[in-house]
C-alpha cells in the first residue's frame, strides 16, 4: 500500500531533493533514485509505506514532526550515521584492501539502527574526490552481504563518480559498506544517496 494524500507529497518532496544535484549551471539526476523513484515496482514508495503501518505511525514534515511521527530526510546528513563528515582516512593497510566507509562513533564498522524507529534506503554513493581511491563498493544490510559494485562507466568522464546500487538496499537492523582500496594509505570524501526514515525522538533537536 502507497503512502496516500500529503503523505505521498511529503515523500516526493524529499526524493525530488535528493536525486538532483546542482553543479555549476548543470542539473544532475543522480541514476540509482532516479531508477528506483519511477519503477513499475514502487521500490522506494513500498519501503516506507511498509515501514509506517509496521510502526503505526504518521509521516509529517521533519519541521513539524513530534516524537512519535515519522519524518523523511535526505540520508547525507552525517549525523544519520554518527558521523561528523563523509571523509574516511586509512593508512598501514596492505592492498588490495577493504576499508570500512562507516565509522560511527569513532569506530570503523556497521551502522546499527535502532530497530523499529528508524529505516535507511541507499540508492547511490557520489565520491567527490578527483580520482577517487575507492574502487569497488561492497555492502552488507541486515547481516547480508551484497555484490560487489563498481561506479557507472558513463560517469567517469565527468567530475562525478557514482556508484549505482543495482536495487536499492533497505535497511532496518544495520547497515555496512565497504570500499576497495590500492593504497597502503588514502582517503575518500563521498555522499550516500538515500532517504533515512525515523521516528522524531530518533531526529533529536540538537547540533551536537
Sequence with gaps: VDPIGTELEILSDVVAEVKTLRIANRDIEIPGIKRAWMSEEG????AVAYFRDKVKKDIMPVQFAKDDN??????????????????INWSGVTPPAAVDLFDPGGTAGAYSLQVDKELIILTDVICLDASPAVHELLATVDGETQRPVVPRKDWLATDLHVFEFPFPLVADINI?????????SGSITYLPIGLHVCLGSVHAKTLA
Excluded: W
Excluded at 521500490?43 to 513500498?46: E, N, S
Excluded at 515519522?70 to 571523509?87: A, G, H, Q, W
Design 70 to 87: 515519522l519524518i523523511i530526510e535526505p540520508l547525507y546528513r552525517p549525523k544519520i550515521f554518527n558521523m561528523t563528515d563523509f571523509t
Design 43 to 46: 521500490v522506494i514508495q513500498g
Design 176 to 184: 555496512r559498506l565497504q570500499g576497495r582500496v590500492e593504497s597502503a
